[in-house]
């Protein structure tokens, strides 16, 4: 009898320790979990306050796009109103509209006019050799007008 108390007593210490070591890993594996879940909820809640930061970003860029919707609907209809007015000062003076019709002069027509330019390097030479002085010492290329260009 003793040998069967022995070996029942062993079998409960050994189930016993078997039972705490499952516990101690167990324990471990809840704790790994644990932390695994605290990182997740970090970023989940990191992930929540960017998406409401970008909602009340895109919120205000729909409120900005509207009122600027709006103020190019002002100017557009004052640009018209403006040109409706323009129209019928000319159509009511005489004056005016040959004044309006006739062509511009040769000076202010060379003042809007310039080349095509492939970039920017371009119009700045353009610019730099528009309005040199000419070599005193041979005559200027266009001798009725001021600038060479």
Do not use: C
């Not at 070591?21 to 809640?45: D, H, M, P």
């Amino acid at each position: 009898m003793n040998r069967i108390l022995i070996a029942m007593l062993a079998a409960a210490l050994m189930s016993l320790g078997l039972t705490g070591w499952r516990w101690s890993v167990t324990s471990k594996a809840l704790n790994e979990a644990q932390k695994i879940i605290n990182t997740l909820s970090a970023g989940i809640e990191s992930r929540d306050r960017a998406i409401s930061r970008l909602d009340s970003e895109n919120r205000q860029s729909q409120q900005r796009e509207v009122a600027l919707r709006q103020r190019q609907g002002q100017a557009s209809v004052q640009a018209l109103t403006r040109e409706i007015h323009i129209q019928r000062e000319n159509d009511e003076n005489p004056m005016l509209r040959t004044w309006s019709a006739a062509a511009l002069p040769a000076d202010v027509i060379r003042l809007h006019s310039r080349p095509a330019f492939a970039n920017a390097r371009d119009y700045l030479d353009w610019l730099s050799a528009r309005d040199k002085l000419p070599n005193t010492e041979q005559q200027p290329a266009f001798a009725g007008r001021s600038g060479g260009g």
